[in-house]
């Protein structure tokens, strides 16, 4: 019976994580200049942060030699000392990226003010942004930017 029990607790782990071919692959890979797969927030539009909302422009670079398919684009409030907070979002993609090129990607967050800043202070938000690729691999960069607000 424990079997049982821990078979069926672990088969949607496992569904979860494999590849078609049955082989498990979960890799994580930094997303900095210069990696085989870049990831920056290159621009903040739409701002409306009195109300929580805002569109950030994400670039997805493909620095390898061969063509990648992006899956998932996730954004996550990284600290929690940062003036200004966003909610964890995630895009499902099925995005072609040629190898050498770019694609922008245009995400709608919400967020909210965490505290008034200090003094002197830029209202600035921490966030890690992580791209999933159709292999399974993960490619994780992390970024601070400027909310602009008014200060009440």
């Known amino acids: 019976m424990k079997t049982a029990c821990a078979l069926f607790l672990l088969l949607p782990l496992l569904a979860g994580c494999s590849t078609n071919d049955g082989m498990i692959m979960e890799e994580t890979f930094d997303a900095s200049t210069g990696s085989d797969v870049s990831v920056e927030i290159v621009g903040l539009e739409e701002a409306l942060p009195t109300i ?4 950030l422009v994400v670039e997805i670079s493909n620095n390898s030699d061969t063509d990648i398919t992006v899956t998932k684009l996730r954004l996550r409030p990284f600290g929690q000392d940062s003036v200004y907070e966003i909610d964890q979002t995630a895009v499902g993609l099925d995005e072609t990226i040629e190898e050498g090129k770019s694609k922008m990607i245009r995400v709608q967050v919400r967020g909210r003010l965490r505290r008034q800043p200090r ?11 992580s791209v999933t690729l159709l292999t399974g691999a993960t490619y994780v960069n992390q970024f601070a930017f400027e ?3 008014h200060r009440i």
């Open 147 to 149: 909310v602009p607000i």
């Open 52 to 55: 929580g909302q805002m569109t």
């Open 119 to 129: 003094d002197n202070e830029r209202p600035v938000a921490v966030v890690t942004v």
